[in-house]
């Protein structure tokens, strides 16, 4: 069992960073594959970035890459997803997950979720 817990959203302006992180808990916390998706107000959750438990391999959506990064950080049981040049349509509920599996998180399937944290870009 892994429980998630994502901080660092808030309200910047377009143009700005933000660093979000994700907090897992459990010894095997290092054993899973991390990602980050999002899902914006009327629209379907959709996937931002993902890493393997070594940090090996890193997947990004087209739409962020050369802006966004995903690292983590095993001996804190921490991801992160640092978002830099914002911009207003980047604006949605970030949410963090994780599966042993790499590709059960770039098909939209992770075993497990973080309850999110809002994230707000104004023009």
């Known amino acids: 069992q892994v429980q998630l817990v994502e901080s660092g959203g808030g309200l910047v302006q377009a143009g700005g960073s933000l660093r979000l992180s994700c907090a897992g808990s459990g010894r095997t916390f290092r054993m899973y594959a991390m990602g980050w998706f999002r899902q914006a107000p009327g629209k379907e959750r959709e996937f931002v970035a993902a890493?393997?438990?070594?940090?090996?391999?890193?997947h990004y959506a087209d739409f962020v890459k050369g802006r966004f990064t995903i690292s983590r950080d095993n001996a804190k049981n921490t991801v992160y997803l640092q978002m830099n040049s914002l911009k207003p349509e980047d604006t949605a509920v970030y949410y963090c997950a994780a599966d042993q599996q790499l590709s059960t998180i770039t098909t939209m399937t992770p075993a497990y979720w973080g309850q999110g944290t809002q994230v707000t870009v104004s023009s």
């Open positions: 890493i393997t438990w070594g940090g090996g391999v890193i």
